[in-house]
């Protein structure tokens, strides 16, 4: 095999952070190589270290050219690192959403005095190496009007236009369903087979063993692990990746308590034209997990909206314990439900505030944390200090701001500042996206340890293995329309996916 | 090549030092424009300098100058702290004085100890309610508070003008556009004798203390802090970021008519067209130098003020135009825009 890539000893510090420390690592031509890490390992800063927008503080890394030969890349320079043919695909696309996929392929590869775009010729590339690579996306359609799996197709064709020889993908399976996260696996394959070096930025172990041929963990910024795909399993990456033995948490049998939050008929329309609800119908009871299935994009974020009261049902009725629901975030809380946000960034947190302010954002009317609308500082602290405790949240102190923890730790202040209050019911919308498998086992722990203490779980996903595992019913969301929730117990993934598919014959019909 | 790396953390010595370099680089840059004048720089800077602090008369004068400065300063600092832009500032200044003429010109018979305390709420409630409109389209309806405060300035003024050349004309002032006075027991008394300096400088300190305190230590404050930082948590959180978003704007207002109540009870006693030189529009300019601290508003003031001063003395002196504080004052809000950038981020040359 002929070396595409050696990272030769690249350390980099942030003041006294070290973020990567002496990583060596060679990728080979044809070859799917995956980098997996927990938050915070260095993934990220190593590859934004290839690609030229931090600059290492020692190492060097050497780029082969196109006869193969290797040349070491300049320090610091995007436009060097895509010159020897390095192509990145970010896990937040870049593209001009009102521009069309031949456009935005086109975008930024002529020079400005161009007298014109080559679009022709441009688009006889494509049509070649959408042939050859089995990525298929219609040239003239406008970014805006493409499902995601199509944006990212479109991504990685913009790489290969620009006739790169290293694919790096970060985390590209994270806005992705399972059925497109396969396409996509084949896809790379293929690309490898055909000489092209991958690597493949992740934290999933499953989608690693399914697709790389290498994997390399990194831990605290160290590499701990380089070795073919064939001599490991699950639990041996786990292991690897946190450094210590993760342990599963396990549903137990139980017998649910009486129904709690009831949704009858419910319908309602977003004004952004998603898919609201149409006349759906939910009991969730004490002590059981009730999961929602369902490709993205189904009406999960309208039920969520509901039920966190952020958004108001235009017929149908809503209760909780018989009593009926207002639809308004203060009222949701008051009734005693728990809502984990969906973008825990966008929604669950206030970036520059501290960790003691953020835990505290719900009850700040509560004369735990205030005198006289005057904040009590010393309890700020003093809560804080515990939620840090108990929950193991991994931060420089209760003062720190929020921004500057992990997206695991900012999961643990919201999973505390919701389950501090006692909550009856928890509506958990896509609580373990983006988290690493120690801070998604901690949640899973959380949910079912709530579920044992006859708290009423709603389990929005689109991890199937994830609702599997905890829930004991799980009903699927097509179209607006909420299917009749099924025992877990009778459920299987090819079941849950024929549900799940039910709305796509019918568009394809 | 240049390239910009985003800070981490960014330290504190750098947060004081940032907007102080800002200035110092604005002052700089001033040379340009004052040499393209024909002036000698160097005694232009120094009489600049004399003419802000180079005498118990110029600081106090300075002082006087950054008294209704600090006022819009904190009114515009507490409204971008909620993200919520206020550049009606200068309407709300006549809008707080002419409530003031209006009360403190004999309107009322009450015991002459309550006129002030009764000047002052008149004036920020006129302010406060210029604002309440602005603030309810915003939130109901979406409309961009930009252009309806900032439009407001104009109307607010012209109506001004309307009531000096009618309803509140002075019959007593020789035919000019100005107010009644206000009754003596409603003026804002001196702080030194025979100097402008008057106690409206101490109620813009107290102001300042006042904002700090809601700011730092209230729920209120932390409330405001949220809205203005991330308004999509905050509503999800169960914060009312409407009902928080319309008390700012209330006592954004308050403070910005505040500031006019103490221009026409603490300085001339009576209302003109003329009575703001750009005060609501320099408290922007205030704000940003400060960081959007309310403590800081009090020093960005002051050096704000000395600019202003120290061009007039400077232009009497060598004859070039006092314009030049303006262009002082504009290039120090760029320098401190720039300023920001760099601390943001680390600048690495390669």
Not at chain 1, 100 to 124: D, E, K, W, Y
Not at chain 1, 446 to 451: D, K, Q, V
Not at chain 2, 108 to 133: E, H, R
Not at chain 2, 238 to 245: K, S
Request: proline residues 5%.
């Amino acid at each position: 095999m002929t070396l595409a890539l050696s990272i030769e000893g690249v350390t980099k510090r942030f003041g006294t952070l070290v973020a990567n420390d002496r990583i060596d690592l060679a990728l080979h031509r044809g070859e799917i190589l995956a980098l997996l890490g927990e938050n915070g390992a260095g993934k990220t800063t190593l590859m934004n270290v290839l690609f030229g927008h931090y600059v290492a503080d020692e190492g060097s890394i050497r780029v082969a050219g196109p006869d193969g030969a290797l040349a070491s890349l300049p320090p610091g320079s995007p436009h060097a690192a895509l010159g020897a043919g390095i192509g990145m695909v970010h896990q937040h696309f870049a593209l001009a959403e009102s521009l069309t996929v031949l456009q935005n392929v086109v975008l930024g590869t002529r020079p400005l005095s161009a007298p014109h775009l080559g679009l022709r010729a441009a688009r006889a590339k494509l049509e070649r190496l959408m042939g050859e690579s089995g990525l298929h996306v219609r040239l003239n359609a406008r970014i805006a009007n493409l499902s995601v799996g199509e944006k990212q197709r479109v991504e990685i064709l913009k790489v290969l236009y620009r006739d790169a020889r290293i694919l790096i993908l970060d985390e590209p399976t994270a806005v992705l369903t399972p059925q497109e996260a396969d396409g996509l696996f084949a896809t790379l394959r293929r690309l490898a087979a055909s000489g092209l070096a991958v690597i493949f930025i992740s934290h999933k172990l499953g989608e690693v063993l399914a697709v790389a041929d290498r994997v390399a963990v990194l831990r605290g910024g160290r590499k701990v692990s380089d070795q073919p795909i064939a001599g490991v399993d699950r639990r041996m990456l786990a292991t690897l990746m946190v450094g210590r033995e993760i342990g599963v948490s396990r549903r137990t049998l139980r017998e649910p308590g009486p129904p709690l939050l009831v949704l009858d008929q419910v319908s309602m329309r977003l004004p952004s034209g998603r898919a609201g609800l149409d006349g759906v119908s939910l009991t969730v009871r004490g002590g059981e997990i009730v999961g929602i299935a369902g490709v993205s994009g189904n009406g999960q974020a309208a039920l969520a909206a509901l039920i966190a009261g952020m958004a108001e049902a235009s017929a149908g009725s809503v209760t909780l314990a018989g009593k009926p629901l207002r639809a308004s975030p203060r009222a949701a809380i008051e009734a005693g439900i728990a809502r984990i946000p969906e973008d825990r960034h966008a929604e669950g947190i206030v970036g520059p505030l501290s960790v003691a302010e953020n835990l505290a954002l719900e009850s700040l009317d509560s004369p735990e944390v205030q005198r006289l609308g005057f904040l009590r500082f010393d309890r700020l602290r003093e809560r804080a200090s515990q939620a840090i405790a108990a929950y193991d949240i991994r931060c420089p102190g209760p003062e720190a701001p929020i921004r500057l923890l992990s997206g695991g730790n900012i999961q643990k202040v919201i999973l505390a500042r919701v389950l501090e209050r006692d909550p009856r019911l928890i509506l958990a919308n896509q609580p373990t996206r983006g988290l690493d498998v120690g801070a998604a086992a901690e949640v899973h722990r959380r949910l079912l340890e709530a579920r044992m203490n006859n708290v009423g779980i709603v389990l929005i996903s689109e991890d199937l293995d994830e609702l599997l595992a905890l829930c004991d019913r799980i009903a699927v969301m097509v179209k607006g329309r909420l299917t009749a929730p099924e025992p877990v117990e009778t459920l299987t993934l090819e079941r849950l996916g024929l549900l799940m598919a039910g709305h796509r014959e019918e568009e394809a019909a | 090549m240049i390239r910009f790396e985003p800070r981490g953390h960014i330290p504190p010595i750098l947060r004081l030092f940032a907007p102080i370099a800002a200035m110092a680089a604005a002052l700089l840059l001033s040379a340009l424009p004052l040499a393209a004048a024909g002036a000698p720089i160097l005694r232009a800077f120094w009489l600049m300098a004399a003419g802000a602090a180079g005498s118990v008369f110029a600081i106090a004068e300075t002082l006087t100058r950054a008294t209704p400065l600090i006022f819009t300063g904190l009114a515009a600092a507490i409204a971008f702290r909620a993200r919520l832009f206020n550049i009606g500032l200068e309407g709300q200044l006549y809008a707080g004085a002419l409530a003031a003429v209006v009360v403190g010109s004999g309107l009322i018979d009450g015991p002459p100890a309550l006129l002030v305390p009764l000047i002052l709420a008149a004036a920020a409630l006129a302010g406060a309610l210029l604002m309440l409109g602005p603030a309810l389209l915003k939130m109901r309806l979406g409309v961009d508070e930009v252009v309806t405060t900032l439009l407001l300035n104009f109307v607010v003024l012209l109506f001004v003008q309307m009531m000096l050349e009618g309803a509140l004309k002075d019959p007593m002032g020789g035919g000019w556009p100005q107010s009644e006075p206000i009754l003596d027991a409603g003026m804002l008394p001196p702080l030194v004798e025979r100097m402008r300096l008057h106690a409206g400088f101490l109620l813009a300190l107290l102001s300042s203390l006042l904002t700090h305190v809601l700011m730092a230590q209230t729920v209120l404050g932390l409330k405001i802090r949220a809205v203005g930082e991330n308004p999509a948590a905050a509503r999800f959180a169960g914060i009312g970021v409407t009902r928080v978003t319309i008390v700012v704007a209330l006592i954004s207002g308050g403070l910005a008519g505040l500031a006019g109540a103490s221009e026409v009870a603490g300085l001339k006693g009576y209302l003109t067209a003329d009575l703001s030189r750009g005060f609501g529009y320099a408290g922007i300019v205030v704000a940003m130098v400060a960081g959007l601290q309310p403590l800081a508003v009090v020093p960005a003031a002051i050096f704000i003020a000395g600019v202003f001063v120290g061009a007039d003395t400077m232009s009497r002196t060598i004859g070039v135009s006092n314009y030049i504080a303006d262009l002082i004052v504009a290039l120090a809000l760029l320098c401190v825009l720039v300023g920001g950038l760099f601390m943001r981020f680390r600048i690495r040359w390669s």
